[in-house]
């Protein structure tokens, strides 16, 4: 399913809603927060760094947005134990949750799967696959206090087909498409909608570095894509569930 880029985000559109993006501290993440903020949802914003969270937040609130909240964890290392702390402070603060946006990933490295370093292996899919199931895990009960809830994982066209050389990072989004696809049937009678969505071409550290000779000026910006989210999280997105989606460049 196909969406289109030029959705135009009121503000207000989100009020009351809170919704938690990892990832949040640059690139597209930041872009999707901006947005989010925009709309008047608060945001929580999920990051390994709490300076570059920091600096992300100021972003937020010197364009007049939504105040965000910061959440630094580093999801190669969490514990269950930090999970549920993170969902006890949600339900706490906040009573539910009404997002969940996986857009944290890690690149890996590109390269044939028989000269593949195992560590590397080992930790692009934690932080793309494994730390994600987990996450999800623990915020479905919060998600469930939501009316309307929605989880979207950011997914990548190696994902969806095959391509030698990208390794760990294909692999990792495959598995999140199978999650996804899993998670919107066990959730089908519930209000939490699953999807995965996969951006396209983003002008991001980690597209420059798989990317090296691209010229990046022929890239869309991160801000030119990320209004899509606001709309799948609006009331005009609350049928889409189980889909492969992808926004059209």
Do not use: C
């Not at 965000?68 to 949750?97: R, V």
């Not at 809830?149 to 390794?167: C, D, E, H, P, Q």
């Amino acid at each position: 399913m196909k969406l289109p880029v030029n959705y135009k985000v009121q503000e207000g559109e989100l009020e009351g809603k809170v919704v938690l993006v990892t990832g949040a501290n640059r690139g597209f993440g930041l872009a999707i927060t901006m947005d989010l903020a925009k709309a008047g949802a608060t945001v929580i914003m999920l990051g390994r760094d709490l300076g570059s969270l920091e600096y992300a937040y100021d972003a937020v609130v010197d364009a007049g947005y939504k105040e965000p909240i910061l959440y630094p964890l580093d999801l190669e290392g969490a514990t269950p134990e930090n999970y549920q702390e993170l969902q006890d402070n949600i339900l706490d603060k906040f009573k539910k949750l009404d997002g969940l946006i996986h857009n944290a990933a890690i690149l890996g490295t590109q390269m044939p799967i028989d000269q593949y370093d195992i560590k590397l292996w080992y930790s692009t899919l934690q932080i793309n696959l494994s730390a994600p199931f987990m996450l999800t895990q623990f915020l479905i009960p919060a998600l469930m206090k939501s009316d309307d809830a929605r989880i979207l994982f950011l997914s990548s066209t190696v994902g969806r087909k095959a391509r030698a050389y990208w390794g760990a990072y294909s692999v990792s989004k495959f598995g999140i498409e199978g999650f996804a696809k899993t998670l919107s049937e066990e959730l089908e009678k519930t209000q939490i909608t699953v999807n995965t969505i996969n951006p396209g071409k983003i002008r991001t550290e980690m597209r420059r570095t798989a990317y090296p000779a691209e010229d990046a000026s022929s890239v869309p910006r991160p801000e030119e894509k990320s209004s899509v989210i606001v709309y799948l999280l609006s009331n005009k997105g609350s049928k889409i569930n189980g889909e492969q989606l992808t926004i059209v460049e």
